[in-house]
């Protein structure tokens, strides 16, 4: 197992706030990797750090052996290219349409032909199950599920190793997150990707991940697989899994 | 289904009120007003009756919770009588809850001298982060500058488009009307004095040298400028500045960078225009008015106006658009995660750049006239 992504004595501290308070925690390549917790205890943060939107107050993070703190503009912009990044409401820029919000990662690090990069996006477009017609709208102009794939779409644009999901099937109605868990699925074995997400949806938690991380009270409370996260002693894990095995 | 209501029975110094049919929030005033007129001098023991009710909700749960401790505090004995599983159990779970419930905390009062550091301080902070944008602006600038092909011609171009010459027509019409206005109003006092002549001297000089620079600034801030602060406010709460950064392209370089240049470039074009349509709008009410012909009026300009009076116009032209980009930007990029801080910032990018622009006509007009200009 070949470690991607090493957070070590992450400590997050917001004005008096202390968010994190020495997280550890490891990933491997080819995992789909969960970050879950109690709302506010900080999943959606740690992630923004991991992809550099944030700064933190302590601690190394590691990410394809480069330590993001002390990289260089260079390193970090090789970096950016090899990882794809779900926002939760897709973040599509708004006044491009989806074949242009996928092409637009091409256009800007490759030197490939305007028919080429058409060619891509199409393939992504089908990879992610949109329809071809569907890659002229506007994101004002299409569904939520829809701007998620879309989204999905321009992240995986670039073939990246990595990938990142914040809720990716929150605001998405039961159907449509289950056929979400199982695209990742399979894009995880198509493109042998390395995904990390935060994710409140049990379902999609059982359905997707092969370990987790827990966040609780400012530390990790369990890393591991979900087979014997219930073990744990925590408040959190007790209420929050509980209630899946008694289904 | 019975009638909600409350009775009561004495007997000796033993009181019993009976609730039956439903009690929920809609008559707990009601029964609060009747509970009130009873007199309790007498009374030993109070008896809450509850075997004829059929519901309980949490309110009035709340409601004979309370009363209960009313009684307490007035020394008074209760009692409670029920046999509903339902209705103790809406009892029980006021009374857990309460036990765990806490007050609000009160906000605290700030007396004058603290409001006053505080947005002291604030106004401080947000000097900083100003400065703090200039200088991130200036390194990326610098950085661009590494090689001509990362500049973003094409949007550069497309900002032009949108801000600059989509504004010509309202600029010219404004200038028009505002050169009218002025020549209008100073042919009455010229007249006066038959010095009909002066007004080319008069509307010329502070046509090309104040007021065009001035009445563009003041269209462009208000159109451009907020502009540009609501489409970065927008994407910057629909999260697609953090996508652009992830993907790793610098927002200063693909958003900020271009509005600026553009505006920069476009704005001396704009004051040309504004010039030519105020000079033209004094021409006209010049004509009718005063009656000084088009071909004396160009002719008389041509003497007295000097040529600095128009250079000096169009160079305050990049200073303004670069007070008034910035301004936006930033505005644009201070947007909160929520919609009221859009309007806000917007307002807020229109004054600033508005007192930003004046502040600055005033500096150039004193240092012009120490330069002799």
Redesign the interface.
């Given at each position: 197992m070949q470690p991607i992504i090493k957070v070590r004595d992450v400590k997050t501290i917001f004005e008096s706030r202390v968010v994190h308070d020495g997280l550890n925690l490891t990933i491997n390549r080819g995992e789909i990797y969960g970050l879950l917790g109690p709302s506010g205890c900080g999943k959606t943060t740690l992630l923004r750090e991991m992809v550099m939107l944030q700064p933190f107050s302590g601690g190394t993070i590691e990410i394809l052996g480069y330590d993001i703190r002390n990289i260089r503009q260079e390193d970090a912009q090789k970096l950016r290219q090899n990882w794809g990044v779900l926002f939760q409401a897709g973040a599509l820029f708004s006044s491009l349409s989806i074949a242009e919000n996928i092409a637009l990662p091409l256009q800007e690090y490759t030197d490939l032909s305007e028919k080429m990069i058409e060619e891509i996006v199409k393939f992504k477009i089908n990879l992610v199950g949109l329809k071809s017609r569907d890659a002229l709208l506007y994101p004002s102009q299409i569904s939520g599920g829809m701007k998620k794939k879309a989204a999905l779409a321009r992240s995986l644009a670039m073939d990246p190793k990595l990938l990142f999901l914040d809720e990716p099937t929150s605001g998405l109605d039961p159907i449509s997150a289950r056929d979400f868990d199982a695209l990742i699925l399979k894009l995880r074995s198509l493109l042998g990707l390395t995904i990390v997400m935060v994710s409140h949806d049990l379902q999609s938690i059982y359905d997707t991940l092969d370990r987790v991380a827990i966040i609780d009270n400012k530390k990790i409370a369990y890393e591991g697989t979900l087979s014997e996260v219930t073990l744990v002693q925590s408040d959190f894990i007790q209420t929050f899994f509980r209630g899946y095995y008694e289904q | 289904m019975n009638l909600s209501s409350l009775n009561i029975q004495i007997i000796d110094k033993r009181l019993t009120l009976i609730f039956s049919g439903e009690f929920t929030l809609y008559q707990i005033t009601k029964y609060q007003k009747f509970i009130d007129t009873l007199s309790f001098s007498t009374i030993e023991h109070v008896e809450i009756d509850l075997t004829q009710l059929e519901l309980l909700d949490t309110a009035s749960s709340l409601f004979l919770n309370n009363l209960e401790k009313n009684l307490k505090a007035k020394n008074i004995e209760s009692s409670l009588l029920c046999h509903k599983q339902e209705i103790l159990e809406s009892l029980a779970l006021v009374v857990k809850e309460k036990s765990n419930t806490s007050e609000f905390p009160h906000a605290k009062r700030e007396n004058f001298l603290e409001s006053m550091g505080e947005k002291t301080y604030n106004n401080y902070l947000g000097f900083v982060s100003f400065l703090s944008f200039l200088g991130e602006m200036f390194h990326t600038h610098a950085q661009s500058l590494k090689s001509i092909k990362d500049i973003r011609y094409k949007e550069i171009a497309f900002e032009m488009n949108e801000s600059a010459i989509k504004a010509l027509g309202i600029v010219a019409l404004t200038s028009f009307l505002i050169g009218l206005v002025v020549a209008y109003q100073s042919a009455y006092q010229l007249k006066l004095y038959g010095a009909n002549i002066f007004i080319v001297d008069m509307l010329g000089i502070s046509i090309l040298r104040e007021l065009a620079p001035l009445i563009t600034a003041i269209v462009i801030a208000g159109r451009s400028g907020s502009a540009f602060t609501a489409q970065i406010g927008?994407?910057k709460i629909?999260?697609?500045l953090?996508?652009?950064?992830?993907?790793?392209?610098d927002p200063y370089l693909f958003l900020v960078l271009p509005r600026i240049i553009a505006l920069m470039i476009a704005m001396p074009i704009l004051i040309f225009v504004s010039d030519i349509m105020g000079v033209l709008g004094g021409m006209l009410v010049a004509n009718l008015d005063l009656q000084i012909t088009p071909e004396l009026f160009l002719d008389r300009f041509r003497d007295v106006v000097a040529a600095k009076h128009f250079f000096i116009g169009i160079a305050k032209g990049p200073f303004f658009a670069f007070l008034i980009a910035t301004i936006g930007i930033y505005r644009g990029l201070m947007v909160k995660d929520d919609t009221q801080s859009i309007g806000f910032n917007t307002t807020k990018s229109v004054v600033e750049s508005l007192f930003a622009v004046i502040v600055c006509d005033a500096l150039f007009s004193i240092a012009f006239t120490n330069l002799r200009m």
């Amino acid at each position: 197992m070949q470690p991607i992504i090493k957070v070590r004595d992450v400590k997050t501290i917001f004005e008096s706030r202390v968010v994190h308070d020495g997280l550890n925690l490891t990933i491997n390549r080819g995992e789909i990797y969960g970050l879950l917790g109690p709302s506010g205890c900080g999943k959606t943060t740690l992630l923004r750090e991991m992809v550099m939107l944030q700064p933190f107050s302590g601690g190394t993070i590691e990410i394809l052996g480069y330590d993001i703190r002390n990289i260089r503009q260079e390193d970090a912009q090789k970096l950016r290219q090899n990882w794809g990044v779900l926002f939760q409401a897709g973040a599509l820029f708004s006044s491009l349409s989806i074949a242009e919000n996928i092409a637009l990662p091409l256009q800007e690090y490759t030197d490939l032909s305007e028919k080429m990069i058409e060619e891509i996006v199409k393939f992504k477009i089908n990879l992610v199950g949109l329809k071809s017609r569907d890659a002229l709208l506007y994101p004002s102009q299409i569904s939520g599920g829809m701007k998620k794939k879309a989204a999905l779409a321009r992240s995986l644009a670039m073939d990246p190793k990595l990938l990142f999901l914040d809720e990716p099937t929150s605001g998405l109605d039961p159907i449509s997150a289950r056929d979400f868990d199982a695209l990742i699925l399979k894009l995880r074995s198509l493109l042998g990707l390395t995904i990390v997400m935060v994710s409140h949806d049990l379902q999609s938690i059982y359905d997707t991940l092969d370990r987790v991380a827990i966040i609780d009270n400012k530390k990790i409370a369990y890393e591991g697989t979900l087979s014997e996260v219930t073990l744990v002693q925590s408040d959190f894990i007790q209420t929050f899994f509980r209630g899946y095995y008694e289904q | 289904m019975n009638l909600s209501s409350l009775n009561i029975q004495i007997i000796d110094k033993r009181l019993t009120l009976i609730f039956s049919g439903e009690f929920t929030l809609y008559q707990i005033t009601k029964y609060q007003k009747f509970i009130d007129t009873l007199s309790f001098s007498t009374i030993e023991h109070v008896e809450i009756d509850l075997t004829q009710l059929e519901l309980l909700d949490t309110a009035s749960s709340l409601f004979l919770n309370n009363l209960e401790k009313n009684l307490k505090a007035k020394n008074i004995e209760s009692s409670l009588l029920c046999h509903k599983q339902e209705i103790l159990e809406s009892l029980a779970l006021v009374v857990k809850e309460k036990s765990n419930t806490s007050e609000f905390p009160h906000a605290k009062r700030e007396n004058f001298l603290e409001s006053m550091g505080e947005k002291t301080y604030n106004n401080y902070l947000g000097f900083v982060s100003f400065l703090s944008f200039l200088g991130e602006m200036f390194h990326t600038h610098a950085q661009s500058l590494k090689s001509i092909k990362d500049i973003r011609y094409k949007e550069i171009a497309f900002e032009m488009n949108e801000s600059a010459i989509k504004a010509l027509g309202i600029v010219a019409l404004t200038s028009f009307l505002i050169g009218l206005v002025v020549a209008y109003q100073s042919a009455y006092q010229l007249k006066l004095y038959g010095a009909n002549i002066f007004i080319v001297d008069m509307l010329g000089i502070s046509i090309l040298r104040e007021l065009a620079p001035l009445i563009t600034a003041i269209v462009i801030a208000g159109r451009s400028g907020s502009a540009f602060t609501a489409q970065i406010g927008a994407m910057k709460i629909t999260q697609e500045l953090d996508a652009m950064r992830t993907m790793g392209f610098d927002p200063y370089l693909f958003l900020v960078l271009p509005r600026i240049i553009a505006l920069m470039i476009a704005m001396p074009i704009l004051i040309f225009v504004s010039d030519i349509m105020g000079v033209l709008g004094g021409m006209l009410v010049a004509n009718l008015d005063l009656q000084i012909t088009p071909e004396l009026f160009l002719d008389r300009f041509r003497d007295v106006v000097a040529a600095k009076h128009f250079f000096i116009g169009i160079a305050k032209g990049p200073f303004f658009a670069f007070l008034i980009a910035t301004i936006g930007i930033y505005r644009g990029l201070m947007v909160k995660d929520d919609t009221q801080s859009i309007g806000f910032n917007t307002t807020k990018s229109v004054v600033e750049s508005l007192f930003a622009v004046i502040v600055c006509d005033a500096l150039f007009s004193i240092a012009f006239t120490n330069l002799r200009m």
